[in-house]
């Protein structure tokens, strides 16, 4: 019987990767607006009011500055695996929903290395005050700032492991 991650249809090899590059396009263009029209360290400039705000910030790490001054060795890594995921698509179809959960993630690694090998820093935007105040709440201080590959690769990510359990349990459910 299909299942969301064991249908038989796949996309055609192509669909995959024209996702990838339009995530990866829409993401190095806000990145380009954000350079033109913001500036660093100025207030956030409220986009959706309480839950997103514009504000330009750098870094040269991971999440939550890990790893800062490591811009071009994360990229290196970012580009092999956002590479190695869209090749890994090509060469073996898989079910749509995790053709385009694997397209999200290799897009936004791919869109943040491109960052850190030209500048040597990934460029970021969005400031979420909601996301803050709970990171605040729990101690953790900001939560940082980010662009669209973040959103690819958490989004795409959260999606993947849930889908997995969601199988896991409907195959636990029907072999009881």
């Known amino acids: 019987m299909p299942t969301l ?5 796949a996309f055609p090899v192509w669909v995959p990767l024209l996702i990838a590059a339009l995530l990866v396009l829409a993401d190095q263009a806000l990145k380009a607006w954000a350079l033109a029209n913001l500036t660093e360290g100025a ?3 409220p986009f959706l009011p309480g839950l997103l705000s514009w504000q330009l910030t750098f870094n040269t790490g991971a999440a939550w500055s890990l790893f800062s001054g490591s811009a071009v060795p ?6 092999a695996v956002g590479i190695g995921i869209l090749v890994y698509l090509a060469l073996r179809p898989q079910p749509r929903l995790l053709s385009v959960l694997l397209a ?6 791919i869109g ?11 460029t970021d935007m969005f400031y979420s005050p909601l996301l803050s105040a709970v990171t605040q709440a729990l101690n953790a201080g900001h939560f940082p700032i980010f662009n669209i590959a973040d959103i690819c690769v958490v989004l795409g990510t959260l999606l993947l492991v849930v889908v997995s359990f969601a199988e ?3 195959s636990k459910a029907k072999t009881t």
């Open 5 to 9: 991650l064991r249908r038989p249809r």
């Open 112 to 122: 943040n290395s491109i960052d850190g090998l030209v500048q040597g820093r990934v």
């Open 43 to 45: 207030t956030p400039i």
């Open 104 to 109: 999200m993630i290799a897009a936004g690694a």
């Open 168 to 170: 896991e349990r409907r």
């Open 74 to 79: 994360l990229a290196l890594v970012r580009l």
